[in-house]
């Protein structure tokens, strides 16, 4: 692992100790779960958004093949 110097609020700080103090873990352990858990639910919004976006552009594109009208259209720009 690597040590990290973060500064706090004080109420924050306030909180942390009461919280470590009321679980018997390290400020440190809270900290370094608090960060995967917010890693985490990113990770998952970022699935959900795209996935959303997939859902609702399926669909538009009403040409046929996409990919054979996009290397057309490179082949037709290149010339």
């Not at 500064?7 to 679980?23: F, I, M, V």
């Not at 699935?47 to 009208?69: F, Y």
């Amino acid at each position: 692992m690597v040590r990290t110097v973060i500064s706090l609020d004080p109420e924050d700080k306030a909180w942390l100790d009461r919280k470590s103090r009321r679980t018997g873990r390290s400020m440190a352990a809270l900290i370094r779960e608090a960060v995967s858990r917010y890693r985490a639910e990113e990770k998952r919004r970022r699935k959900s958004s795209m996935t959303d976006m997939l859902e609702k552009t399926s669909g538009l594109w009403k040409r046929g093949d996409a990919l054979s009208w996009q290397k057309k259209m490179r082949d037709e720009r290149n010339r």
